[in-house]
């Protein structure tokens, strides 16, 4: 896009988020929340810290009670302090971008926020230390603003089913992470790539991306980018019905979970994982686990409930007719 044609869209786009009408009207929420996100992430990725701070603040106040939304908002603000330089801040927004995350069952942002706050290896401070310097004298800085916008507009991207832009902002992050030396970077960007592959249905690529991001995380000990990787690796197992492959991918990642308390994340799993254990013929080991997911949701989600006792209630009827 041309300097011209760049300067015509921002004001557009100006114009838009000032119209009072539009942000009134229920019909446009969620394109106008889209637009200011994009928009904030933009500013900040050419440096305007204070006005990509009040888009930023104005997304968290107009999503309360939108846990997805209120993430991204969280992920934006702590990319906008970390560019300030001010870590204390930038940490306390990526803490609840990931709490957002869990409670709404959203692994993807989890894994990024942990990449940003660097567990549990500290990552904070090497981008920090790069941010210091005005980037136009960095050429390494210069990247690192880069390889943030990437991410984070891959998974938006990703977030509303736009796996084509998606793809390409991770390949670029893949690029970039490369260049700079950043193996947690690269599983990051290969695991978010097998994802796309995965639910794609492209099934040989998948593999090839998981098991490249796997062979990172195992090297550097990351615990829950392996426990991200074990449940994609589950589920893509179980949907080609083979449950014997997906069984042990599926207890590694609920065990690594388990140990980080009941979240939403790990009720899914041990959902799932429940669905390996009764297609193995483990039909105790799959009621208990089937159980523990339903006495988690129970304080998140009636609707999974719902699912749970559905299943057990196969399980149930599957034992009877096998008596």
Not at 47 to 60: K, N, T
Not at 76 to 93: K, P, T
Not at 136 to 147: E, G, I, L
Request: charged share 25%.
């Amino acid at each position: 896009m041309g300097a011209g044609h760049k300067d015509k869209y921002q004001r557009w786009l100006e114009l838009i988020l000032s119209d009072t009408s539009i942000a009134a009207d229920t019909n446009t929420r969620d394109l106008l929340l889209a637009l200011i996100d994009d928009y904030a992430n933009t500013l900040n990725s050419a440096g305007e810290r204070s006005r990509a701070l009040i888009l930023y603040e104005r997304l968290l106040s107009e999503t309360e009670g939108d846990p997805l939304l209120q993430a991204f908002a969280h992920l934006g603000l702590g990319a906008v302090q970390l560019g300030a330089s001010r870590i204390d801040l930038a940490r306390n927004h990526w803490l609840q971008a990931r709490a957002n995350a869990q409670e709404c069952n959203a692994p993807d942002i989890v894994t990024l926020a942990n990449y940003f706050l660097g567990e549990p290896d500290n990552h904070s401070d090497v981008l920090v230390s790069l941010e210091q310097a005005p980037f136009s004298r960095k050429p390494k800085s210069a990247n690192w603003r880069r390889y943030l916008w990437c991410q984070m507009q891959a998974m938006r991207h990703f977030q509303r089913k736009e796996y084509t832009h998606a793809s390409t902002l991770y390949c670029e992050a893949l690029q970039l992470a490369t260049t700079l030396a950043d193996e947690r970077g690269k599983a990051l960007a290969m695991f978010h790539l097998g994802e796309i592959a995965r639910v794609q249905d492209r099934i040989d690529e998948a593999l090839h991306y998981l098991h490249q991001s796997e062979d990172i995380a195992r090297r550097m000990d990351d615990q829950t980018g392996l426990a991200s990787i074990y449940a994609s690796l589950g589920r893509l197992y179980l949907y080609q019905e083979q449950y014997s492959l997906a069984l042990p991918n599926l207890r590694e990642c609920v065990l690594l979970e388990s140990a980080w308390g009941e979240t939403r994340i790990l009720a899914e799993n041990l959902y799932w994982l429940g669905y390996a254990l009764a297609n193995t013929g483990r039909i105790e080991e799959a009621q208990d686990c089937f159980l523990r997911a339903r006495a988690i949701f129970m304080h998140m989600d009636q609707e999974r409930v719902t699912d749970v006792d559905r299943a057990l209630a196969r399980l149930e009827a599957a034992l009877e007719a096998g008596t």
